[in-house]
């Protein structure tokens, strides 16, 4: 586990600044760099990620100069420094040295130097080397005035986490000896009798390369777990390196918790590992709304971070350029996107990048000084959210307030994702995206939980798919009933343990007993196809992917299939049990149908809906030992009204409020409670 450490940048406000890559240009343009970051009040930079090969232009020699100026010419100019250790981009004579440290994808192609993050995590060439680095930078910068936090890598788990190489082959068996003790425990839990597949020592188990048709899917599992693991185990080596050599730094890694951005790595272990959780997220434009998807990233990364304030170490200024199409953001939309972020818990806002690149696959990603220079929109954009971002200096340390969670487990996204399941159109981050988003627009605030988290302080919780649920993961649900809890599980929920076998008897395994019903046999449906379920009052909703035959065990039904091969059978039940309720949604309905299954198991939890906020207009509290501060983002194009619990000041324009706080249409307003 980590050292305890001090809480890094900036000591007294909330950080602001981006990405630095004063490597792609002349030294001439650094003096202007730190002028225009005084001007607009960046107080953080991230350095040294990408520059392995400056740092060490050949094996063991290195050359800090240019670094050295760097630091010092920052620190002069009172901007602090997320230093980063380089071993993202090993150099290229790194793999001339070691070929063998390129990963090779599951179809057996290794893949070739030219890109970033082209490493097998199991080379002991690539440990050796990046161990070293680390140790270089931690001795020569360690104690520097400017460290305020040391940035270990950049994304794991981007765009390559597993390797299939032999190297990886022999590593996986000895994670497969710690994680199964002996060969009859691994034979059993992967179900090997079926198809003949049993194992008569280690030795003859290899990755699980391309086959002719379905590999073994436990032994898929494994191996999803086995680079997570190995991965963090890399992490972990530098983050105690730099602890040893520069005590009192905190260590991070950026993740990227959106369900829309990685899906490889299990932050529930990594958030474990490091001393501040940080993040990087993009908007999707796939035609969604992105401030939902934003808000639930946000929402993700404060839950991995245990409830405790994080940080956002890279977003957009305006439009990136990696997707097939990159709009630009609309004028204030950026200081609505990072102030989000920091109503969420973020304690500031970083971009990637501080200089737009003139060269390179990013030269077309915004940044804070774009190619157009300072006369600009968004140059002047980025200087009003450093002032917002001052004027907010008194919410840093305090916590978002939440009134719901949702259960959300990476592993058994994983698990689900693999091939030969009931119905493709099943999406576990679908559920996941319409879940929160019918929640988001009942303006309620989401923690996210691990499957056996403490669950008791909320009075809601939503599965919205959890197909891999333990034993444990059973017990700890039906407590929370039991204990008054009121809880709402999707369909294909607790189907099978953490091996991917299925569970004893009838479906859905692990949670029969507190949703109080068999599933008999999933039905899902054909593509296009729709089915319609009624409520006794004749209330009608349509859905479409899935049906079940569902059959009551202590639960009553609320809604019924209409049509299709499940007609008459329930297809929304809600079962009391000790002094909690369980409702279960045995098929898929949009975001906008799930709010009238939703708002039903809210007037269960007690909570009252909040008719009185416009649609798209969020409202998120903060709350700490400096105050009790509310958040109002208006996502529309029209003015709004929202109302306060209390007299406060509006941070931003410094103006009173009570009553009612005036929102002007995609404006930001902050408010101090007067409490």
């Known amino acids: 586990m980590p050292q305890t450490a001090p809480e890094g940048p900036p000591k007294h406000a909330l950080a602001f600044g981006g990405d ?8 001439a343009v650094w003096q202007e760099d730190v002028r225009l970051m005084r001007e607009a009040g960046v107080n953080l930079v991230s350095i040294g990620i990408f520059s392995w090969a400056l740092l060490e232009p050949e094996p063991g020699r290195y050359d800090f100069g240019w670094l050295d100026r760097v630091v010092d010419l920052l620190h002069e100019n009172g901007v602090r420094v997320d230093l980063g250790t380089p071993t993202v981009a090993p150099p290229a004579w790194f793999y001339r040295d070691h070929p063998e440290a390129l990963p090779v994808s599951r179809e057996g192609t290794r893949y070739a130097f ?5 490493i097998c995590h ?9 161990s070293a680095i680390t140790e270089q930078l931690a001795l020569r910068y360690g104690s520097h005035p400017a460290l305020a936090l040391w940035h270990v890598h950049n994304e794991y788990g981007v765009p390559v986490s597993a390797c299939y190489c032999d190297g990886c082959a022999v590593h996986f068996r000895t994670w497969l000896r710690a994680a199964h003790q002996d060969l009859d425990a691994l034979n059993e839990a992967w179900g090997t009798a079926f198809w003949g597949q049993r194992y008569g020592s280690f030795e003859e188990i290899q990755p699980p390369r391309a086959t002719p048709t379905v590999c073994n899917p436990a032994h898929r599992l494994d191996y999803a777990r086995f680079a997570d693991a190995t991965m963090r185990e890399n992490f972990v080596r530098e983050r105690d390196l730099l602890h040893r050599l520069a005590p ?10 959106a369900l829309s951005q990685c899906e490889s790595v299990d932050y529930w272990a990594w958030g474990r590992e490091v001393d501040l959780v940080t993040n990087d997220h993009y908007l999707i434009t796939d035609g969604r709304r992105t401030h939902v998807n934003l808000a639930m990233a946000a929402d993700l990364t404060r839950s991995v971070a245990g409830g ?21 953001k609309a004028p204030g939309q950026m200081a609505r996107n990072s102030l989000a972020h920091v109503a969420r818990g973020s304690e500031g806002a970083l971009f990637f990048q501080w200089r737009q690149s003139r060269r390179g696959a990013e030269k077309f990603h915004s940044s804070m000084v774009p190619h157009a220079g300072t006369d600009s929109r968004v140059w002047r954009e980025v200087v009003g959210l450093g002032a917002h971002l001052d004027s907010l200096a008194t919410v840093r340390g305090t916590r978002t307030v939440a009134d719901a969670a949702v259960v959300w487990d990476w592993q058994s996204w994983w698990a689900q994702r693999l091939e030969w399941r009931p119905s493709e159109d099943h999406d576990a981050r679908e559920r996941a995206d319409s879940f929160y988003e019918a929640l988001y627009d009942r303006h309620l605030t989401v923690d996210f939980a691990h499957p056996e988290a403490d669950l008791s302080r909320y009075p809601l919780v939503v599965v919205p798919a959890l197909y891999l649920a333990t034993e444990a993961t059973g017990r700890n649900l039906r407590a929370y009933v039991e204990n008054g809890g009121t809880l709402v599980v999707s369909y294909f929920s607790g189907i099978v343990d953490e091996h991917d076998a299925v569970h004893p008897g009838a479906h859905p395994g692990a949670l029969r007993d507190v949703l109080g019903l068999t599933v008999e046999e999933f039905s899902p449906l054909g593509e296009g196809e729709r089915v319609r379920i009624t409520a006794a009052d004749g209330s009608e909703l349509t859905a479409d992917v899935w049906s079940e035959f569902v059959v009551p065990q202590g639960a009553e039904t609320v809604w019924t299939y209409a049509d299709g091969l499940a007609a008459g059978h329930p297809a929304v039940t809600r079962h009391r049990l000790g002094r909690g309720t369980a409702w279960y949604v045995s098929t898929r309905l949009a975001p906008g149908a799930l709010d009238t299954i939703l708002g039903a198991a809210a007037d269960d939890a007690g909570i009252a809906p909040r008719a009185e906020l416009p649609h798209d207009v969020e409202v998120v509290r903060r709350s700490g030992e400096s105050g009790e501060y509310v958040f109002a983002l208006n996502h529309t194009a029209t003015d709004a009204k929202v109302p306060l619990p209390a007299a406060g000041t509006e941070l931003l324009t410094g103006e009173r409020a009570s009553g009612g706080l005036a929102l002007p249409a995609g404006a930001v307003r902050v408010v101090k409670l007067d409490v």
Do not use: C, D, K
């Open 308 to 328: 405790a304030p994080w940080l956002l170490l890279e977003h957009s200024t305006s439009g990136v350029n990696w997707q097939p199409r990159n709009p630009a």
């Open 20 to 27: 630095y890559n004063p490597e792609q240009w002349p030294e």
């Open 114 to 118: 030219g890109s970033r993050g082209a």
């Open 122 to 130: 199991s080379s002991p060439a690539y440990r050796a080397a990046s």
């Open 248 to 257: 009192g730094i905190p260590v991070t890694t950026n993740f990227m918790t």
